[in-house]
């Protein structure tokens, strides 16, 4: 493990090598990447069994072009239907998935495509995951917003006319608790009429506790179901044991969630079984959890500050559309995220076909959208960003431009009474 603790080359800083040293006497850096660490709920759920059955049992080179066209014509679509239009054979048939996809998401959804934005409130991490910018080791600025700097943060977004928000935080217990978390929630239930949450997993109790505070829904990466290789991507930190990040969204709607979303991070892995297995997680959480709201978010591995080289393997625009339109037709109900990580001229084209909601005037920094949203420069200093976006657009330019494709921009569509 010790080669791993340099970035793109260079050596650590003194004070980097002393977050080493004392992470290393951590439990979370000993333990085997499936065993709980003290305090960790489990909560004894069968989900995961099944989602890594039909994962390891995945054999996508033997899907032929009569299994997907077979797939396609079925009215509703199976698990070995899914496994045939996530497999190479059905590249060849994405005009037609495309067309199936779109047919779908117009009878659920209609035109509408929800917009929301992310708040990044604090970039401190406990974990070393080898592909994230805000990963212990690397030496990047940190930030933690105060609770007037959040509320201003707010105060901007809400401004724009924006009625979503996402708030975020590096995976840091100490500099990031829950009850820091939860007064964000309740200073963005002032300004907002859904509130999602995507930090690190939790028990159940504070789940319902950050809901009382005014969340909605929760998101989770996965960011690779592939258990072997999740060990050799998450070597220190809490987030390095597998089966409690797996269940955090089940734990989110025992806690009384509204919505949860998985995702993996696609590029980490085998993208076809990582795309399999995020869309099995969904599908066996809304039958056992047939009121909630269910969604899948499409993140791409993207480039991080110290580390430019990071890309994802083989999966190209067409394997991602290909993933989003099986998404949809295996999943008619569920809600389907493309994040900024892609370009805007793929998000207005899937946008057509299949996704439902997208980000807008993103950043994946911390304390800087008063200079992204007014051009004016933050009030003192800011934390740098996760990952590099690729789709810059303001929420004024990306909700026109989605009206001009003919598509009905939604801010909200929920009462409260």
Known sequence: MQNQFFIDGGRLSDEALKRKRRLECDPASRTGHMEYLP?????????????????????????????????????????????ALLSPAAEPFLEQMAARA??????????????????YIANYCENYCIYCGFNCYNQISRMKLSMEQIEHEMEVIADSGMEE???????????????????????ARN???????????????????LHEC?????????????????????????????????????????????????????????????ALSAALHAYYLQRKYPQAEISLSCPRLRPIINNKNLHPSD???????????AYRIFLPFAGITVSSRESASFRNGIMKIAATKVSAGVSTGIGDHESKYNGTKPDGA???????????????????????????PVLNDYLYV
């Not at 779109?102 to 708040?119: A, D, S």
């Not at 300004?191 to 506790?209: A, H, K, Q, S, W």
């Not at 999966?315 to 339109?325: D, G, M, W």
Request: charged share 25%; hydrophobic share 35%; proline share 2%.
């Open 102 to 119: 779109h047919r779908e998401t117009q009878k659920q959804f209609g035109n509408t495509v929800y917009l929301f934005t992310p708040l």
């Open 214 to 274: 005014g969340a909605d829904y929760v998101t989770v990466f996965q960011e690779t179901y592939d258990t072997v290789k999740y060990e050799t991507l998450h070597l220190l930190g809490h987030k390095r044991v597998w089966p409690y990040r797996f269940d955090a969204q089940e734990r989110a709607l025992r806690a009384g969630m509204r919505g949860v979303a998985c995702s993996a991070l696609l590029g980490l892995s085998d993208f076809r079984k990582d």
């Open 382 to 408: 800011s934390g740098d960003e996760q990952f590099e976006i690729n789709d810059d657009r303001s929420f004024e330019t990306m909700y026109k431009d989605i009206a001009g494709e003919g598509l009905q």
């Open 39 to 83: 305090g960790m709920e489990q909560i004894h759920s069968d989900i995961s069994q099944n989602v890594l059955s039909q994962r390891n049992g995945y054999d996508y080179g033997r899907y032929t072009a009569g299994d997907v066209i077979a797939a396609l014509e079925h009215p509703t679509c199976s698990i070995e239907d899914l496994k």
């Open 191 to 209: 300004y907002f009429r859904m509130v999602g949450l995507e930090i690190y997993p939790v028990n159940t109790e504070d789940y319902r506790y």
């Open 165 to 187: 928000i996402l708030i975020l935080t590096g995976e840091s217990h100490s500099m990031s608790d829950i009850s820091y978390i939860g007064e964000a929630c309740k200073l």
């Open 315 to 325: 999966v190209h625009e067409t394997q991602l559309c290909q993933i989003i339109c």
